[in-house]
Structure formats: structure tokens, C-alpha cells
């Protein structure tokens, strides 16, 4: 679900055509697009310019980073190290979205 909110945000405002050009983040991600060719963009790039920049980049960093690690070792496992399982819950995981979704302005 948060990762698709990135994904969506990302094709939100690389579509804008009358983007400000003086918002860096809407630059960063044209920039990316064209680099992919139009292609799908992993949201390793996408949290990278994120966190380089908007000032969201603690937040970024130190919560959504570390979760974004076990959602690939959940996906991932056997090629993966996780030792610290017990934060990872479905109520911690409800409380990152909404904290994440109150305070990134996401387009949508």
C-alpha cells in the first residue's frame, strides 16, 4: 500500500504539464523517468530522491527504510539476513502508513 502511494505520486507529478521548475523533487523524477526509458522505476529510486530532496528524509530513513527491508525479506527471505522480527507487526505497519500518508503531501 505505501509503495504504491510512491509509485502513484511519482506518475502523478511527472505527468503535470505545467509543473514548477522550481520544485526539485518534480525535476528529480523527470530526470529519472527519462533515465528508465519510461520504465518502471523501483522504489529504491524513488525513496532516494525523496530523501534527498523534500526535508521528509528522517522519516523516510528511519521508519520507512527499515520496512521496506522486511517487506523484501518477507518477499525475499531465503536470500536475506532479518533477525529483528518482533516491531514488525499489521498494527506497526497501520501506524507507519498513516503517519506517513499525514505528513508526505503525496498528489494524488
Known amino acids: 500500500m505505501i509503495e504504491s502511494r510512491f509509485q ?25 523517468n527519462m533515465k528508465n526509458a519510461g520504465n518502471f522505476i523501483p522504489i529504491r529510486e524513488i525513496i532516494t530522491v525523496w530523501e534527498e530532496e523534500t526535508p521528509y528524509h528522517s522519516l523516510i530513513r528511519n521508519y520507512y527504510k527499515p520496512w521496506l527491508y522486511f517487506r523484501n525479506w518477507l518477499a525475499h527471505g531465503c536470500y536475506l539476513q532479518f533477525n529483528n522480527l518482533n516491531k514488525y507487526d499489521y498494527p506497526a505497519a497501520r501506524n507507519l502508513a498513516q503517519l506517513l500518508f499525514s505528513t508526505i503531501p503525496f498528489e494524488m
Do not use: G, P, T, Y
Not at 502513484?8 to 504539464?17: A, F, G, Q, T, Y
Not at 509543473?19 to 523524477?29: A, E, G
Open 8 to 32: 502513484v505520486d511519482l506518475e502523478k507529478r511527472i505527468s503535470i504539464k505545467q509543473s514548477n521548475i522550481n520544485d526539485q523533487l518534480v525535476n528529480r523524477f523527470k530526470l529519472l
